[in-house]
Structures are given as structure tokens and as C-alpha cells.
């Protein structure tokens, strides 16, 4: 794949929200999806939903 390939891929995918981080001294390079405000409280409050996590009775 060429440069100009990699760099499409990677405006592309910035475009969808996408987070490139370089790696640093605390950690590595990686990819994180950015969520806005709203996105973030929607999620907070999806996982609220439900109550505390009980015991599975999986073994």
C-alpha cells in the first residue's frame, strides 16, 4: 500500500471518529474511537442501566 493509500485510509477513518495516538514514555501507539459530549453521556448512561453486576452461575 502506498503513502497516499495510508493516508486516505487513515483521513478516512478520522473522519468517522477515529483517534490515532502516538505512542509515548506512559504507553504505545493506538487507535481510539472519539465520541462528543452527548455520545459520551449516552454511554455513561447505558451502562448505568441494569444495576450492579451479580455472581454468574456459569461454570
Same mark, same amino acid.
Given at each position: 500500500?502506498?503513502? %497516499?493509500?495510508? *493516508? %486516505?485510509?487513515? +483521513? $478516512? *477513518?478520522?473522519? *468517522?471518529?477515529?483517534?490515532?495516538?502516538?505512542?509515548? $514514555?506512559?504507553?504505545? =501507539?493506538?487507535? +481510539?474511537? +472519539?465520541?462528543? $459530549?452527548?455520545?459520551?453521556?449516552?454511554?455513561?448512561?447505558?451502562? %448505568?442501566?441494569?444495576? %450492579? =453486576?451479580?455472581?454468574?452461575?456459569?461454570?
Amino acid at each position: 500500500m502506498s503513502n %497516499a493509500d495510508m *493516508l %486516505a485510509v487513515r +483521513r $478516512a *477513518l478520522e473522519e *468517522l471518529g477515529a483517534e490515532f495516538i502516538p505512542e509515548d $514514555a506512559v504507553g504505545g =501507539a493506538g487507535v +481510539r474511537l +472519539r465520541f462528543d $459530549a452527548d455520545q459520551s453521556r449516552r454511554i455513561s448512561d447505558w451502562e %448505568a442501566e441494569g444495576g %450492579a =453486576a451479580g455472581d454468574d452461575d456459569v461454570t
